[in-house]
């Protein structure tokens, strides 16, 4: 991810798929009075490991049946995680500094978003004046009716604009050009908004909204498929109640960021954190034309600090590791970016995991039992990582011969398009279904407060598959039922609304071309030749270890149902 988007997303990592099964799961014992069903060297599964394997398997991972034959299998698959920890300890993989790194990375976020939640999220009070100042503030109580002339070419924006100063009517200019507008009234006024709406939905610059005079008319703005010559028509103040949920987002969102503010700057002085520009200078300097994940820096180098406190310092080494971990690429920040920057990725997050640490949180059992289960994670990554995932090379033959053989694996997935608007009730739904099948465009609805889509903002469109039942059970349910060009609803959705939508499109399973499908065929070919990697590595293992397992199925009680 780049430097311009600091997300908290990490790229999926192979895991496990031994029997297709999510094998990390944290294993914790019950005492000496609890069950042994499976020993592997010295570690114990006891009959509430195994319960709590099974109840954390998904619905796709579990067998229907409940057997004996199945419980073996389930105790296997403990056993084998088992095989492959030791293994693991074998080859003394928890000692490679990569690894360390990458758990201390993990503990220090932790640590630190503990450390938020429960010292900065408390102190967090919305009051009905911190609301008011906050409509004001963030300049949401204003409002402007929008108007304007869609074009297509410049030789009709330019005559636009002379007819304008020619002293014509605005009215009198747009008439030729109304078709092109499917939002706006005949005489182009298109709705009340503020400046954020009108930067998001109609590109119009916030320094515009607010300088513009009434009925002035500026700069025409360039759209994908034309230009928007526009002015403002009035203006007003919304009424608070209109903006209550978005404005108390604001509010929570500059407490949380002040909260963090003053906190750091606490911890700061409490440790006496010194930043040294000319460490971040040299930084900079390697990454020039690089990346994070590409600088190199000489021992040297690496060991320069780039903030130093009363009982250490985080030296040019840990502040790289540190952004690999995080995922970042992509060319460096400025120098007054970057200092910023880092003190939010790299200084708050340590000071706030000493500050955690010192109030023994690192201590408790749920943090204790959670990085253990992140241990074992990290562990059986870089392990399944040497094993599998680096070893697989795929060939442009042997993808397209694994195409032709298995065409009827790459159908796309059936789909349905709708253009769908969405109400508070039941009766404006379907006020709103009436007027769309009366050939209102949906764009003119979608602009009211009272309308809302689960869609893109202007058209109402979106694709619905059958992988998104869980998100959108009813839209997709009613979706698949119906045929092209139907309207359907109103139909309660998940989030409480009340949707009308109209079928555009239905596709069925048709088989891809390679060019298109090249993706997906790698992906399946990597994942087969990964899992025949990892099943042999697995008999490997279990015949290197068979001294060192012993299993007990028996006491493993049978559901009555069996």
């Known amino acids: 991810m780049s430097f311009d988007r600091i997300l908290c997303r990490r790229s999926a990592r192979l895991l496990m798929r031994l029997l297709n099964l999510v094998l990390l799961i944290s294993l914790v014992g019950c005492g000496d009075e609890a069950i042994v ?68 990375f993990l503990t220090r976020r932790r640590l630190a978003e503990l450390f938020q939640a429960r010292v900065i999220g408390p102190r967090i009070e919305i009051s009905q004046a911190d609301l008011e100042r906050e409509f ?11 108007s304007r002339i869609l074009v297509r070419t410049t030789e009709d924006r330019d005559r636009v604009l002379a007819g304008l100063a020619e002293g014509r009517p605005f009215t009198a200019l747009l008439e030729p050009f109304a078709p092109n507008d499917a939002i706006a009234e005949g005489d182009g006024v298109v709705g009340w908004f ?31 498929r034309g230009w928007q010559v ?22 929570q969102q500059r407490q949380w960021q002040a909260g963090n503010r003053e906190e750091l700057e606490l911890l ?31 021992p040297e180098e690496g060991q320069e600090a780039l903030y130093s406190f009363a009982d250490g310092a985080m030296d040019l080494n840990e502040v790289v590791a540190n952004l690999r971990s995080q995922g970042l690429s ?26 955690a640490k010192e109030r023994g949180w690192d201590q408790e059992d749920e943090f204790s039992a959670w990085y253990q289960q992140q241990h074992k994670k990290v562990v059986l990554n870089s392990l399944m990582d040497g094993e599998a995932k680096a070893q697989v090379r795929l060939g442009d033959e042997e993808v397209e011969e694994y195409y032709a053989a298995n065409k009827d694996r790459f159908r ?46 202007r058209t109402g469109e979106m694709t619905l598959h059958l992988i998104l039942k869980s998100r959108y059970p009813a839209l997709v349910e009613a979706a698949f039922a119906a045929g092209e060009g139907e309207w359907v609803g109103p139909l309660q959705t998940a989030d409480g609304h009340y949707a009308v939508f109209q079928v555009l499109e239905t596709r069925g399973r048709e088989i891809e071309p390679f060019d298109k499908a090249r993706s997906r065929v790698e992906a399946l070919l990597r994942q087969e030749r990964e899992n025949e990697l990892i099943g042999r590595f697995i008999s490997r293992l279990r015949d290197k270890y068979a001294d060192r397992v012993v299993l007990y199925p028996d006491r493993l009680a049978l559901d009555k149902e069996s």
């Open 37 to 104: 069903v499976a020993q592997v060297g010295e570690v114990k599964l006891t009959r509430t490991d195994y319960e709590i394997f099974v109840g954390n398997l998904s619905g796709g991972q579990k067998n229907n049946k409940r057997d004996r034959n199945t419980q073996g299998q389930y105790l296997q698959s403990m056993v084998d995680q088992e095989l492959l920890l030791l293994e693991a300890r074998e080859r003394r993989l928890p000692d490679e500094a990569g690894i360390k790194a990458e758990l201390k």
């Open 136 to 146: 004001v503030d963030s300049r949401l109580d204003s409002e402007r009716l929008l």
């Open 194 to 224: 503020n400046y954020a709406d009108a930067e998001r939905r109609f590109l119009i610059p916030r320094r515009i909204f607010f300088a513009l005079d009434v009925d002035q008319v500026p700069e025409p703005v360039r759209l994908p």
């Open 230 to 251: 526009f002015r403002f028509l009035d203006e007003r103040t919304p009424d608070l109640q209109d903006y209550y949920q978005e404005v108390g987002r604001l509010v």
């Open 268 to 298: 700061k002085n409490k440790h006496a954190v010194k930043f040294h520009p000319q460490a971040l200078t040299r930084l900079l300097d390697r990454m020039w034309g690089s990346t994070i994940q590409a600088v190199s820096l000489s």
């Open 330 to 355: 992509g060319p460096p920040p400025d120098r007054t970016a970057a200092r910023g920057l880092f003190a939010e990725l790299l200084l708050r997050p340590m000071l706030f995991e000493r500050a």
């Open 412 to 457: 796309t997935t059936p789909q349905v398009k709708i253009r769908e608007l969405s109400a508070n009730t039941a009766e404006a739904a379907e006020g709103f279904r009436r007027q769309l099948e009366a050939g209102v465009p949906i764009g003119r609805l979608l602009i009211r407060r009272d309308a809302e889509t689960h869609g893109k903002p």
